[in-house]
């Protein structure tokens, strides 16, 4: 059975860090692009980095582009989202998910899906 498993969300105040990670099971993470997504309340899934299976491709949406980095562990099955400069507008429920082509920032093209880790920026 394929399987994502997010950590890391937590409480931090604005200005402050945390690292997401995206364990795998079932299946080979460097196989898979992996995208991180987030979903506020009240607003649509939005796709915020991706990993290329060959990892050292990368894409970032722009409002988090200098301040979050994607990165894969392949020893590990793990991908990491570390999220630097946090503010209040990155609260959400961040999600990791997988798919076995190239990556893409639509939601509806992922396959696997995690269950999900609250971030919340509060001071």
């Known amino acids: 059975q394929l399987q994502l498993v997010e950590s890391g969300g937590g409480l931090v105040q604005p200005g402050g860090s945390l690292r997401l990670a995206c364990a795998a099971s079932?299946?080979?993470?460097?196989?898979?692009?992996i995208g991180w997504f987030r979903q506020a309340p009240g607003k649509e899934r939005e796709g915020l980095s991706c990993?290329?299976?060959?990892?050292?491709?990368?894409t970032y949406k722009d409002s988090v582009k200098g301040r979050f980095t994607i990165s894969r562990d392949n020893a590990k099955n793990t991908v990491y989202l570390q999220m630097n400069s946090l503010k209040p507008d990155d609260t959400a429920v961040y999600y990791c998910?997988?798919?076995?082509?190239?990556?893409?920032?639509?939601?509806?093209?992922?396959?696997?899906w995690g269950q999900g880790t609250q971030v919340t920026v509060s001071s």
């Open positions: 079932g299946f080979t993470l460097n196989d898979y692009a």
């Open positions: 990993i290329r299976t060959t990892g050292t491709s990368t």
């Open positions: 998910a997988a798919r076995g082509s190239g990556c893409g920032s639509s939601a509806q093209i992922y396959n696997v």
